[in-house]
């Protein structure tokens, strides 16, 4: 994703400059992930059922392990050229 | 004449043993079975490309040192490809885990393969737990400060120090790393040695009235596989897979960064909670602070270190291995920086260090109350009058070295010039208020499934969710010796978990779970056409 500018931002030294600092700002280093970036290093998103609690991210993260798993199961496995 | 006999030696045994045990065509195969099409074998060798590029990545850290991600956007990419790739390998290992239980992978004399491979995962635990207290970032101190319980509880603690950072970065990047390669490169050495494991029997009651010769319907898991093989390329299955896992790498790492939250100083904390560092240094002055009263390994305060039963205690046995003396460490021997130029705090060091026991304790006592209503003017704290010796002016010059960033340094300082080990600034920050009110807006707090969550919303530690799960439930979350007694439990379950195939009851559960009939379904197909 990459964060749109419009044209005339592009025009002066300053719009210029600006784009500069938010490359040297961007803590990847890339232009325009920086925003992205912002958002897992914001504010943390916990979900909560009485004593369990858990952050979306591991959720997410564990959700898709057995997601993987189980389509490593199911999914066709193509075949190779068979010797006896 | 006699034939030639090569001479006896310990070099000669050894090729010739090596090369009995893997021929070239058994290391580097180009057939295998064709009951491995399924797409859970990839797992593996997804395993062993992550750990390239963990360790590739890692590299490229040590190369240009601790610090350099801190400070520079590509270093922090590198941390974030290292990040990636680690978050990378867990994932992959543990289905990889997963699928070799649940094909029972440790039938046919591979007990062996399992066991090594469970221990790979949990030298992964341990290497990537000693990663994130080198970080040398906010999480690493909350981590280490909060680690350090459950580690001295077990007595572990008394050797494995996780508040000095020199020994933890060392073990993170030399001798963990070290052990789990050898442990991974035993792995598949064995892997290549036994093969991959064939199917269960086709049918647990008979066998099928046909059979295929290249499909045997119950082959013997000791025996090497002779039915049907297929072409395939171990080689340029690894290469492709590190290629996929450096891509996946960089474009997580690109997108989604890596977390750095900055550290806490001393000074930061003073500055920003300066009651808070006053009540929690005249703890340390007292001797009533969590770190004074602490037991082993740090002191000798009778009636502590948690049990394991009874009173059976690990810590208790490790001892007093890293001495610390609270009112010293913290308060007098930093204070006699400045008093060496100031004789008016010169002057309260003596009086103080030359007062009887009952003398200091008024003090510190009327001292402690006051504190209750401290109010600050121009930065120096200002209490009701009364009685407080020279506590009131020492505490004063204390929080203004420690606002400066002196106690900083003076806490390090142990007369030499390099230092590592930041155990007593970590115990200190850790005795006070704000660097757990700092956590417990981040929910890294043990009641919060701390110890696998973290900072902001990266994915955390999620393979120590047992670890922590048990803080939450009776009679854990309340015990007074619950550090102790969770090291224990989870010492009996990975020694469990390395065990499996010895364990009658959970050694028979893919039998019943029968989900390696959906693994090895295409070679099940084949076995029961030949049968028809």
Not at chain 2, 104 to 117: E, H, K, N, S, Y
Not at chain 2, 237 to 255: S, W, Y
Not at chain 2, 344 to 364: D, G, P
Not at chain 2, 488 to 504: E, N
Request: include cysteine.
């Amino acid at each position: 994703m990459r964060v749109r500018h419009k044209p005339s931002d592009c025009r002066s030294r300053g719009a210029i400059r600006a784009r500069l600092s938010l490359l040297r700002a961007s803590p990847t280093g890339l232009y325009g992930v920086g925003a992205i970036a912002s958002i897992l290093g914001g504010k943390p998103h916990y979900i909560h059922f009485g004593w369990f609690l858990i952050s979306v991210a591991n959720l997410v993260v564990i959700v898709l392990m057995i997601v993987v798993f189980v389509l490593a199961l199911v999914l066709p496995f193509p075949g190779g050229r068979e010797k006896r | 004449m006699s034939a030639y006999e090569e001479p006896s030696t310990w070099t000669g045994r050894l090729r010739r043993s090596a090369l009995r045990a893997f021929p070239p065509d058994r290391l580097l195969p180009e057939h295998q079975p064709t009951y491995v099409s399924s797409w859970v074998y990839v797992f593996g060798v997804l395993t062993i490309a992550s750990l390239i590029v963990v360790v590739g990545s890692g590299i490229v850290l040590v190369i240009f040192g601790p610090t350099w991600w801190h400070v520079s956007g590509i270093g922090h990419f590198v941390n974030s490809l290292h990040l990636w790739s680690a978050e990378a390998f867990f994932f992959f290992m543990a289905i990889h885990l997963w699928a070799k239980f649940f094909m029972a992978a440790w039938r046919g004399r591979r007990a062996l393969t399992w066991m090594i491979g469970a221990i790979c995962f949990l030298t992964a635990i341990a290497t990537a737990f000693t990663g994130y207290l080198s970080q040398q970032n906010f999480d690493s101190q909350w981590i280490s400060t909060q680690a350090k319980d459950g580690l001295n509880a077990s007595g572990v603690g008394s050797v494995f120090n996780v508040l000095n950072t020199g020994q933890m970065l060392l073990w993170h990047v030399l001798l963990l790393p070290l052990v789990l390669i050898l442990f991974v490169v035993i792995h598949i050495l064995l892997v290549r040695l036994r093969g991959v494991v064939p199917p269960l029997p086709a049918s647990a009651r008979r066998s099928p009235p046909k059979e295929e010769p290249g499909y045997p319907s119950a082959p013997d898991p000791a025996l090497e596989w002779t039915g049907a093989k297929r072409h395939y390329d171990l080689i340029k299955e690894l290469v492709v897979a590190v290629g996929v896992i450096m891509l996946v790498t960089v474009i997580l790492g690109a997108v989604f960064s890596s977390p750095d939250e900055k550290p806490v100083t001393i000074a930061s904390w003073a500055n920003a909670a300066p009651a808070d560092f006053l009540s929690t240094a005249t703890s340390e002055l007292a001797g009533t602070s969590d770190s004074a009263t602490y037991g082993p390994p740090y002191t000798h305060t009778p009636g502590t270190g948690q049990n394991v039963f009874d009173s059976f205690s690990l810590a208790r046995l490790a001892g007093v291995r890293i001495p610390v003396d609270s009112s010293s460490d913290f308060v007098l021997r930093p204070l006699g920086i400045p008093g060496k130029s100031n004789p008016a705090l010169a002057a309260a060091l003596t009086r103080y260090q030359s007062a009887s026991a009952s003398q200091r304790r008024l003090w510190m006592d009327n001292y402690t109350k006051a504190l209750g209503s401290v109010s600050f003017s121009a930065g120096a704290p200002v209490v009701s009058p009364g009685n407080y010796g020279p506590v009131a002016l020492m505490m004063r010059d204390l929080l203004n070295q420690a606002q400066s960033g002196g106690l900083d340094g003076a806490l390090l300082a142990s007369g030499r010039f390099y230092q590592t080990d930041y155990t007593k600034p970590l115990l200190l920050l850790a005795d006070g208020a704000y660097l757990g009110d700092l956590a417990q807006k981040q929910n890294l707090l043990g009641s919060q499934w701390g110890m696998m969550n973290e900072t902001g919303n990266y994915p955390g530690q999620a393979w120590l969710w047992l670890y922590t799960f048990w803080y939450q439930v009776p009679p854990f979350k309340t015990s007074d010796n619950a550090d102790a007694q969770i090291w224990a439990i989870m010492a009996l379950l990975s020694l469990a978990l390395v065990c499996v195939p010895f364990l009658p009851l959970i050694k028979s559960l893919p039998r019943r779970l029968r989900v390696y009939r959906l693994v090895w379904r295409d070679y099940y197909r084949r076995v029961e056409r030949a049968g028809e």
